[in-house]
């Protein structure tokens, strides 16, 4: 027995006069569960709290005139149930201030013959779509052309489909032509990219992929519906493609060692290279024309000449006085000594 509680789904309405138009209308929810079904206990309750016999327009439901909520229905396949789908029963539940969404399913029976197979049967779509949180309640084995009798049946206000014409099983061209000139049409907008048909063309575009994958998985060749030589075939190709991958992977690591060790000899380069600006540098510091050993060789035949080639003292007797104030004259040049001839001493040898 799913747990319920109660919710209001309608306020009280009151004319300009102040006069009560409508009561309070209280239908009951699953408490954090999924949606009946529409023969379960809490769908037929709620089924009979609707007084069917108030109507209003379309417009008059937009602008929350309604007296009672709005009981609005939505069918389809909803194979697959995606974002699509999600979002195109969330248009319908926010149509209206107040609105008790219904959503019909048809069975694999209507849908294999007018639209062809499914991928999920139809207990997984009915499963699928009453976990979805805009929905209030299921309808299984929904028909394809909606009659006035099931209108009646389940009290619906308004059925709720994109506007283009929805032709598969329809001799008229549109399965929703009658409820359109009924004036019970409500169009909601479908969501670009996404469908069943989109999801299963990726399915076969990589159909391949998705083999070799569940056969990685366990499945038998028989279980996926192949023979023995596409199954040895895509196996083969699997291999191949992890040898490829294999070799590009050592590839890679190959040509990061090398490269790494390529790095290496450019920092080495590079350190050889500022050593051997500073080791010329020192170089040409130390042996140059105005290096320091140039200058030490300058230094040193200076001091050699000057060690060879001391300068004359002055003598005692020229040095002047120190009480004297007058400057001292240069001395005079010292001749060489020679002896005194005599004339007599000459005359008389000669003679």
């Given amino acids: 027995m799913i747990s319920t509680r109660k919710r209001k789904m309608a306020s009280r309405k009151r004319d300009r006069n102040g006069e009560v138009i409508a009561d309070n209308v209280e239908l009951k929810r699953p408490n954090m569960g999924p949606a009946p079904y ?55 539940k926010l149509a209206f201030p107040n609105t008790y969404l219904i959503v019909g399913v048809c069975n694999d029976g209507h849908t294999h013959k007018m639209k062809g197979r499914t991928v999920m049967n139809e207990s997984e779509r009915y499963e699928a779509v009453r976990h979805c949180r805009y929905v209030d309640e299921i309808v299984t084995d929904a028909p394809w052309v909606l009659t006035e009798d099931f209108l009646e049946e389940h009290k619906i206000d308004f059925v709720a489909h994109d506007e283009l014409p929805y032709t598969a099983g329809s001799s008229n061209g549109d399965v929703y032509q009658g409820i359109k000139e009924k004036g019970m049409f409500l169009a909601t907008e479908r969501t670009e990219g996404i469908s069943t048909t989109d999801v299963i063309a990726r399915i076969i575009k990589d159909y391949d992929m998705y083999v070799r994958r569940n056969l990685q998985r366990g499945y038998t060749a028989k279980e996926l519906n192949i023979g023995f030589m596409k199954e040895k075939r895509i196996i083969f190709k699997a291999n191949y493609e992890k040898m490829g991958e294999k070799v590009k992977e050592k590839g890679k690591e190959f040509y990061d060692k090398w490269k790494e060790s390529v790095d290496k000899g450019n920092e080495l380069i590079h350190k050889w290279e500022e050593k051997s600006k500073e080791f010329i540098g020192s170089f040409l510091d130390m042996f140059g024309n105005n290096g320091k050993l140039s200058s030490w060789f300058q230094e040193s035949k200076i001091r050699i000449g000057r060690a060879m080639s001391p300068t004359s003292s002055p003598s005692r007797d020229d040095s002047p006085s120190p009480s004297s104030s007058e400057p001292s004259s240069p001395p005079t040049k010292r001749g060489r000594f020679s002896p005194e001839l005599r004339f007599e001493e000459i005359e008389d040898e000669d003679l």
Avoid: W
């Avoid at 206990?41 to 089924?47: C, R, Y």
């Fill in 38 to 92: 529409h023969y379960e206990p809490l769908a037929m309750e709620n089924l009979a709290l609707c007084d069917y016999t108030t109507r209003f327009s379309l417009e008059q439901a937009k602008s929350g005139q309604a007296t009672r909520p709005v009981r609005v229905y939505a069918d389809g396949i909803y194979d697959m149930f995606h974002s699509g789908h999600a979002r195109q029963l969330m248009q319908a």
